[in-house]
């Protein structure tokens, strides 16, 4: 499928406010926003987020430059990004481990904690206002296909919301609650589709 490649490591030229993202990276000490997973962990749990620049960008809050530079600038990242026009960025890897999900339990009965190390994060640019494109739904539902089917595997999904809630943060795993993407986003509507795409081997 088609995936723009925007790696989040020194290499990374897309100019924001003057400044590459690479140099961006480069200037915090690190060479790519990513580490190495710890083997044996199996890669089984997709994490969906919702991301918006509103902050940064009231103007243009779905931008791509305004929403990598606020991960430069906090040190975090995903797997991917999915744009308003149904365009998908590859920012990490799948191999390696992307700062996405923070202090993490996923939920009954599973339990495990620090879920970054066993999990894809995909961003949709949108908010709870905006609500999230139908070229958003298309794409995103291919893209968990193509990774089902290159795993070889089923995998999990869950919200941000689901792993870094108020239980995470009664756990002791983090202080802030995470709402993402919220009851803007239609599971049923991507599940449905993913669904449709497994059965049609697609
Ligand atoms: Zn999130």
Redesign the pocket.
């Known amino acids: 499928m088609d995936i723009t490649p925007c790696l989040l490591d020194i290499r990374n030229p897309l100019i924001v406010d003057g400044a590459a993202l690479g140099s961006r990276i480069a200037a915090t000490g690190k060479e790519h926003l990513w580490e190495p997973r710890f083997l044996p962990y199996e890669v089984n749990v997709i994490?969906?987020?919702?991301?918006s620049a509103e902050a940064l960008s009231p103007a243009e809050p779905f931008d791509r430059r305004w929403i990598l530079k606020t991960f430069c600038d906090y040190g975090v990242s995903?797997h991917y990004i999915i744009e308003r026009s149904g365009e998908i960025l590859r920012l990490v890897p799948e191999e390696m481990k992307a700062w996405?999900?923070?202090g993490s339990i996923m939920p009954e009965p599973d339990n495990r904690q620090a879920v970054n190390g066993f999990s894809l994060?995909i961003?949709l640019a949108g908010s709870s206002v905006s609500g999230f494109s139908a070229a958003q739904y298309e794409k995103l539902g291919e893209l968990c296909s193509d990774i089902e089917r290159r795993h070889g595997r089923h995998f999990t999904y869950v919200?941000?919301?689901d792993i870094?809630g108020s239980r995470a943060v009664t756990a002791g795993l983090r202080k802030d609650i995470?709402t993402?993407?919220g009851p803007a986003f239609s599971r049923q509507e991507f599940l449905e589709r993913l669904e449709a795409l497994r059965s049609s081997g697609g």
């Open positions: 994490v969906i987020h919702s991301v995903s996405h999900a923070g994060g961003e919200g941000h919301e870094a995470k993402d993407p």
